[in-house]
């Protein structure tokens, strides 16, 4: 990091974590963070998702950027691709602060923000005016108060889908109470049909991905994966932050919400390779939960993902972090004499992933 990025993380840090996150994102909206320009990508670098060109495989997690208030400047942070959202059919605003929490010790953080957003329709009113470059997801989700949540979702896409690149459906945030009953293999397959009928009748196909969650037992990863395989679903996302608090001690760890950065690495990557084994590379997985290293990325696509996404290690190391890890992922490919395809899965077997 520079000594001015250095600088900015350790007055946010004084912050209450929510305020300090609402002026990162009014820093980026002002112009005040210095950014690379544009993705750092080579020949080993640049891959295909779903359809997707990605100039390389780093993306952003949705949750940093809710409400697609600074989809420009994060396009010019070096990112692969980015995820916004989540969005609902409805403006809502979250849990009761406080509701994000350091954990410093453990590069770790608790939140309960219960998918605040502004709605879709003014999501996607910024999205169709972000300029042409990275690809732009939206991840979408369910109102709390909403009689059919299933339903929710499929109206976020016929208000949004077409301003989005791709559509994230977000059935594993442990902060919407019951939402993930909806990764059980019926209630999968009903919201998703709906999903899928919606995006049909958009002008333009959208690649449609499912995020799950870490905490699945082994017979419900293999039934998330039978669902995808059966419904032509575009791609997976694992993981989502955990509930488990496994290791976790401090001031803070008995709070409330999904746990993400370092100690949910081991836990996201093995469902990540379960769920490898049991697609058999049918359907690409984007590996998201504890990077916080391009170490951490080489383990993530080796251990099945085509692509990576990181959030949680942002709040430590900064925004610098992206490009880094592209750029160490391209040395270390180039020293290996390994593609990005060769390089995906290669791990999945290891007993460190069983």
Known sequence: MKLIERAGL???HRLDPERAHDLSIR???????PLPGKSPTSDLLRV????????NPVGLAAGYDKNARVVAPLMRAGFGFIEVGAATPRPQPGNPKP?????????????RFGFNNEG??????????????VPVGLNIGANKDSADRAADFAEVVRVAGEAADFLTVNVSSPNTENLRDLQGAKALAALLGGVLAARDALPQR?????????DLSDGEIAEVAAVARDLGIDAVIATNTTLSRDGITGPHAGEAGGLSGRPVFARATRVLAQLHRALDGSIPIIGVGGI????????????GASAVQIYSA??????SLAPRIAEQLDTRLRAERMTLPELTGSGAQDRLYR
């Open 10 to 12: 350790a007055a946010l």
């Open 27 to 33: 820093a980026l909206e002002l112009g005040l963070v």
């Open 48 to 55: 295909q998702v779903a359809g997707l060109d990605l100039p």
């Open 99 to 111: 509701r994000l929490f350091r954990l410093t010790g453990e590069q770790a953080i608790i939140n």
């Open 120 to 133: 879709a329709g003014a999501i996607a009113a910024r999205l169709r005016r972000r300029p042409t470059g």
């Open 206 to 214: 959208r690649p449609i991905f499912v995020k799950i969650a870490p």
């Open 292 to 303: 916080s290293s391009a170490e951490d990325a080489w383990q993530k696509l080796r251990a």
């Open 314 to 319: 942002l709040i430590y190391q900064g925004l």
